[in-house]
């Protein structure tokens, strides 16, 4: 089972966000003591924001970008590397201040990365047509539920 976690907030240390996906991360590692787990922050190594160029080779779209310079070419192989890591991860735990009534930027740009609708993600709000499922958004708001001790029937998302 592979585990990637993502924090995105700025405050390092100080964050609020940190402390509650490390808490869940721990969880998840003393349930599981195989799991593996891919850490990637946001915060410290900002994903590219989207451009045709920096889109993910496998975006159906990074083709009407032509033909990429040495530099063009690892902003893409780094993009590739995010969606990769998505795609091969059973479970995603995202830690996700708020910032101006809003994500952080470089979270938005990391989402950007893997959301292509009808390929990564679905088209229909019932939710069938791309790769990813509901069942790491139901898995993830289980053990949140553990840590947070939230008795069931509450809603907090």
Not at 127 to 139: L, N
Request: aromatic share 6%.
């Amino acid at each position: 089972m592979k585990l990637l976690h993502i924090d995105s907030s700025i405050l390092g240390s100080h964050s609020k966000s940190r402390e509650l996906t490390a808490a869940i991360v721990a969880k998840l590692k003393h349930v599981h003591p195989l799991i593996e787990i891919v850490y990637r922050d946001l915060a410290v190594t900002p994903p590219p924001h989207m451009t045709l160029a920096s889109l993910p080779g496998d975006h159906p779209s990074s083709a009407f970008a032509g033909p990429l310079d040495d530099v063009a070419q690892r902003i893409r192989d780094q993009s590739q590397r995010m969606l990769d890591e998505f795609m091969a991860a059973d479970i995603v735990v995202l830690g996700v201040p708020m910032y101006n009534w809003s994500i952080p930027s470089q979270l938005k740009a990391w989402i950007d990365i893997f959301s292509c609708a009808g390929q990564n993600l679905p088209v229909r709000a019932a939710g069938a047509g791309g790769r990813v499922g509901r069942q790491q958004a139901r898995h993830c708001r289980h053990h949140a539920r553990c840590v947070l001790r939230i008795p069931h029937g509450c809603d907090f998302c």
